[in-house]
């Protein structure tokens, strides 16, 4: 039995090559990261001029060798297959000691660097997030933080914490696909075992009230807060717990969700730091009054994800499943998102830092890449049509989800230095879109100060049900490989009902031909 | 997704025998042959051991370890990976993939402490540079699944896991250890076969148990067979004949 299926696979799956390709085999482009434990570049691997990402692996600690971390994240990579998480290709070296920018010998003095290659994602959402001008649009959030979730359930599912959920490691290339990366501080977990983990993991801002409060028994749930702070953050266009250290982060955590007490998160007095950061006055849940223009449904959602006590925040799965993905304006089509020029945190960081040093234009163009690389066509939105050309779809369902403001600029912009934001002449905003509905409720985007959530007129007179009907397809629960885009977007009849925002999609696009 | 066997690169590499049972052209030129190459890994797989049972590791990674350096010799050879600083690394590797980091110098000390012989003394570089050519060897897969868990619920479902059963299968599974058949098998059906041997041994019979289960028991039969044949082979093996073994090993060309 065994020995036929090994045979099988040996036809089908032709054993790798053992031992790794050099590092040679890429040209080196730019930097476009900085990862838990060392840089990340953009490269090109030269037979195939492929682009990939090169995450080289810092041999800091000489004492004990190839980074526990380091391993870690490969055999979590390797174990982890999923559209929602960022695919590790090969582990290249480098044959030589290699030399830093300044010539000095790098660290490692066995031998040369190693270097994970993962698939280039196009941008980070913190990056994303940080272009001026752009505002995401409420289908666009849903579809991000149900890419978020759905990637999320699968590690939890295979027992992994990610514990560094932040926008900067949730890649997006500009198919609209959002992966998790940067498992550098992953971990596998289990039920049943009684280890102990450190608490200080997770970036400050997104770290959850238990790590913060010194728990070294924790699960999937730190997570989950940290998702909850992404969520919010996109909502409310602005990190929503800037805490500067630990303590003032607690405090923010209890202004915005309550001083905990025995009531309401029973254990907490025994947690090791809660003597140490106890709040002095009791403060109430504010998480309602603070974030009330969103919708109800997404504040029904952050609600349950910004819960104190872990036990009952509201895990991955239950978080799909919540009202606030299967009520109009459903999670769009990743593939019908607005395709951007490329946006990391770090290079968005570091344009504005030059930017700032150097105002002449000439110099901007440097920081930006030589060349468009082929790989990304201009944007072509008419072959996508037919997929979401639903036969079924008046077109005045709902508005088209365009950024407000200048932010739909970057729509058609093809790759290349960025102009100043004059490029492209203005005053077109709302001119060639073929919705009828769009003129009247095109200006309400620009201004609003914060994104459409959909409970005001815009989505309201649409005619759609209020709830897509969720059919017998939801199967995320048996194993995460089935959130796969079939069943998953409405635009066949088995799912959940037809994507309301089919029709106007494609209009929304006619201007730029 | 690929948090179980059939999904994990483990299952993926699984090798025939065939490609278990060589000896590298470099170690070949010297006049090893496949026998020495066993006698030379259940030598290390014995060496590991022993170093885990001094710095305090769970049975998990020797067995990983194990299976580390006999993958590692499916592709290389002896004479460029010499195997006693390949075993020590192995088992640093390992500690580090199971979550049981032991330090480099440690493990040192404890190599030092076994081998008074100043030609098997390695130092913590040494360990270190080789972990990296390991690491490569292993083309950096570095999750194995054993027979251990597998072992336990198959024991607890057929209501065999009294102490006296646990103990005698947890011993054959781990003297499989010494031979490569964790590259070749499926672990569950490694776990069936330690659990057949015993139930055998034991006159214990659960022929109905085993019936039940979806498995080709040829499979299972075939390789306990193998694990019998090598306690047997393991009575007529000599002192000398590791020696000599190694005495090829040491052979300069």
């Not at chain 1, 696979?9 to 790794?20: D, F, I, M, Y």
């Not at chain 2, 993926?12 to 070949?28: F, I, N, S, T, W």
């Amino acid at each position: 039995m065994a020995v036929a299926a090994l045979g099988q696979l040996n036809v089908e799956e032709p054993p790798p090559a053992w031992g790794s390709r050099s590092v040679d085999c890429f040209e080196r482009l730019e930097q476009i990261g900085e990862g838990t434990y060392g840089q990340v570049f953009m490269a090109r691997e030269i037979k195939t001029g492929e682009i990939v990402a090169l995450k080289k692996i810092r041999m800091d600690n000489e004492k004990e060798g190839f980074p526990i971390t380091a391993i870690r994240e490969i055999k979590i990579l390797k174990k982890l297959q999923h559209e929602n998480v960022i695919k590790l290709k090969e582990i290249v070296t480098s044959p030589g000691p290699e030399r830093d920018e300044q010539g000095r010998p790098d660290g490692n003095k066995y031998r040369g660097s190693t270097y994970m290659v993962f698939e280039y994602m196009d941008h980070d959402l913190t990056g994303l997030a940080d272009r001026p001008g752009l505002r995401f649009t409420v289908p666009q959030i849903k579809c991000y933080m149900k890419q978020l979730l759905t990637g999320l359930h699968y590690c939890h599912v295979n027992q992994v914490l990610h514990r560094d959920i932040k926008g900067s490691n949730l890649l997006i290339d500009n198919e609209g696909n959002l992966k998790l990366a940067d498992f550098g501080l992953a971990r596998s977990f289990s039920y049943d075992h009684n280890n102990t983990l450190t608490n200080r993991v997770i970036t400050l801002w997104y770290r959850p009230p238990e790590l913060l409060l010194g728990a070294t028994k924790y699960g999937p749930a730190v997570d989950m807060w940290s998702v909850g702070c992404i969520f919010a953050e996109l909502l409310n266009g602005k990190p929503i717990l800037p805490g500067k250290n630990e303590a003032e982060q607690l405090s923010k955590i209890f202004e915005l969700c309550g001083s905990p007490d025995e009531t309401i998160w029973p254990g907490v007095s025994k947690m090791p730091a809660y003597n140490h950061f106890k709040p002095s006055r009791t403060m109430k849940r504010r998480v309602r009054e603070v974030f009330r223009h969103f919708d109800r449904h997404a504040l029904e959602l952050l609600e349950k994800m910004l819960m104190l006590d872990p036990s009952q925040r509201i895990s991955a799965k239950d978080a799909l499943d919540s009202e606030y993905f299967w009520t109009d304006p459903l999670p769009c089509d990743p593939k019908s998102l607005p395709k951007y020029e490329s946006s990391h945190e770090y290079q968005t960081k570091k344009r504005r830092q030059q930017q700032r040093q150097h105002e002449e234009a000439t110099k901007r163009q440097k920081l930006h890449h030589p060349q468009p690389h082929g790989r990304l066509p201009p944007i072509q939105h008419a072959g996508q049509s037919h997929h979401w050309s639903g036969p079924n779809h008046p077109m005045n369902n709902a508005p088209p989800p365009v950024p407000g403001g200048p932010g739909h600029h970057h729509y058609g912009k093809p790759r290349g230095p960025p102009g100043g934001a004059n490029r492209y002449p203005s005053g077109n905003q709302s001119g060639g879109y073929n919705n009828p509905n769009r003129g009247g409720q095109g200006g309400g985007y620009s201004n609003a100060p914060y994104p459409p959530q959909g409970r005001g007129p815009p989505y309201a007179g649409a005619g759609m049900p209020a709830n897509g009907p969720r059919g017998p397809a939801s199967g995320y629960g048996v194993g995460p490989q089935s959130y796969s885009q079939s069943g998953q977007y409405g635009n066949s009849a088995a799912g959940r009902g037809p994507n309301q925002m089919g029709g106007s999609r494609n209009q929304q696009y006619g201007w730029q031909q | 997704m690929a948090a179980n066997f059939w999904t994990s690169s483990h299952y993926k590499q699984l090798l025939d025998q065939e490609d278990v049972d060589v000896a590298q052209p470099l170690d070949r030129e010297k006049g090893i042959t496949v026998e020495d190459y066993k006698l030379i890994k259940m030598q290390m797989s014995n060496y590991i051991s022993k170093l885990a049972q001094h710095v305090k590791v769970r049975q998990r990674v020797v067995a990983t370890a194990v299976t580390y350096m006999r993958r590692c010799y499916t592709r290389k050879s002896m004479t460029e990976y010499d195997p006693h600083l390949v075993a020590p690394t192995c088992l640093y590797l390992a500690s580090k993939a199971e979550e049981s980091t032991v330090q480099a110098r440690l493990l040192v000390f404890y190599i030092k402490k076994i081998y008074s012989d100043e030609k098997y003394r390695y130092e913590v570089k040494d360990i270190l540079e080789m972990e990296m050519k390991i690491l490569e060897a292993l083309n950096y897969y570095l999750v194995v699944f054993h027979p251990y868990r597998s072992l336990v619920q198959f024991l607890q479902d057929a209501g065999m896991n009294d102490i006296n059963m646990t103990h005698l299968s947890w011993g054959i599974l781990n003297d499989t250890y010494k031979m490569d058949l964790i590259l070749v098998h499926p672990p569950h059906l490694i776990a069936l076969a330690c659990i057949y041997i015993a139930s055998v041994y034991r006159e214990k019979d659960n022929t109905a148990w085993f019936e039940e289960l979806r498995v080709d028991m040829n499979v299972v039969k075939n390789i306990s067979m193998e694990i019998l044949d090598f306690y047997e082979n393991q009575r007529l093996v000599s002192e000398e004949r590791i020696n000599a073994a190694f005495g090829k090993l040491a052979l300069k060309t």
